[in-house]
């Protein structure tokens, strides 16, 4: 059986590393992976227990414990382990499903810091807040999204390709099919059993029932922890309404042309943040750090998988005939894309992708994004080649306090000395689509080669 390989592995083994390790929550939208990986990452312990708290028995060990030496004790002899093994990992799977489990986490790091315990529930993410007393200060987390471009190639076995992309800068030679793999990569998108069935079929067609099967799970799970049945239906046409609307600033007073509540939408679309299908990217209206989003201003949405978007807005096609991505579906699913790569740049849950606007009578600009790095704002735009217009940049760029830009688009990656219509000179990167998930290497590498320095 094939074994995909996911970067956070790295994150994982430094968790693992830690002397005041703290039990580990790994969050994530269903069907990214969790599962998967954490059985995979109990190799690289002495001795792994696996408890899928769907399982009745598995759920009755934590009920009928009246403490935690009885539950510890318990799991050992259920599962037939070495209680005495100190490198053991504990993977609760499914733990929304028993509170009091979620709640014997803080008790396994006051008591029983030597045991490894990872924890994952496909519907955690939204349960937390509502249903369970959480164990605040007592856990850490990690975020597990969709596959990356670079986990992609790995997974469908261009280990040579995928070495070459880890260079900075990438060999001019790889463009070509490095942007030809993105390419398929925008169309399937980033969500495990796609990619495996696409890998093993080589047929985009037959992964149309996949991505409707996802859907209808996810909105069967939505439901699942919605408070009475009027707000079932308005996540069933939030949810539904969501694939036209997608990278678009949205107002949630009826929303996709219903009669639905600002309150009742807002209501459904934190739900729908918390369980991580999709993130409302709030407009940062300063030019300077920190990002700071304004929640009054109109967000933009951004969905799970671009994969997705591309069957429900009947773009895979399109993607596939076209030389430029940013040509499809007015420009959306290509930033869509980026704005995917960049959430994939960061495993923290806390992590959410802004973009920059200015709402002036006669004087409106918008950049698609916004990121931090090396205390400054950069400002991230997504483009047609060389010859789209980069008014919105300008504008940006004689705000900020610095001299970095970032165009996202079909060509190789270059570095052009630029000056903005006011005449302020600055460094425009032109990023390829495929390196958006290493951009803050490449700023490294920018600022080094080019001594780039803040300005005052």
Known sequence: MDVFRRNIEKQLLEWKAKSNRKPLIIRGARQVGKTTLIKLFGAAFKQFIYLNLEIQDNRRIFTESSDIHTLVNLIFIKENKNINEKDTLLFIDEIQNEPVAVQHLRYFYEKYPRIFVIAAGSTLESLLSKKISFPVGRVEFLLLRPFSFDEYLLASKQNNLHKLLQQIPVPDFTHQKLEEEFKKYSIIGG?????????????????????????????????????????????????????????????????????????????????????????????????????????????????????????????????????????????????????????????????????????????????????????????????????????????????????????????AFSVEKVSTIKGKPYFLINLPFYLVHKVHDYLDWVNEKYRITRLT
């Open 191 to 411: 969500m495990p059993e796609i990619i495996k069935e696409y890998l093993e079929t080589g047929q985009i067609a037959g992964l149309n029932s996949l991505y409707e099967g996802l859907l209808i799970s996810y909105m069967e799970d939505a439901e699942k922890y919605a408070r009475n049945d009027s707000i079932q239906k308005v996540f069933r046409h939030v949810i539904k309404s969501c694939f036209s609307k997608f990278n678009e600033r949205i107002v949630f007073q009826g929303f996709g042309n219903s009669v639905y509540k600002s309150r009742e939408v807002s209501e459904t679309f934190d739900l729908l943040q918390n369980a991580f299908l999709l993130n409302l990217i709030y407009p940062a209206t300063d030019a300077k750090l920190p990002i700071t989003p304004n929640k009054r201003k109109s967000p933009k949405l951004q969905m799970l998988d671009t994969g997705l978007l591309a069957y429900f807005t009947d773009s895979q096609r399109d993607l596939l005939l076209t030389k430029e991505i940013v040509e499809v579906y007015k420009g959306k699913i290509a930033e869509h894309i980026v704005g995917q790569e960049l959430l994939a740049t960061s495993y923290s849950p806390l992590y959410h992708l802004n973009f920059w606007a200015r709402d002036k009578n006669q004087s409106a600009a918008e950049v698609d994004f916004v990121i931090s790095d090396r205390g400054k704002m950069i400002p991230i735009e997504v483009k047609l080649g060389k010859s789209g217009r980069l008014r919105s940049l300008h504008a940006f760029i004689d705000l900020c306090n610095h001299q970095t830009a970032i165009r996202v688009c079909m060509n």
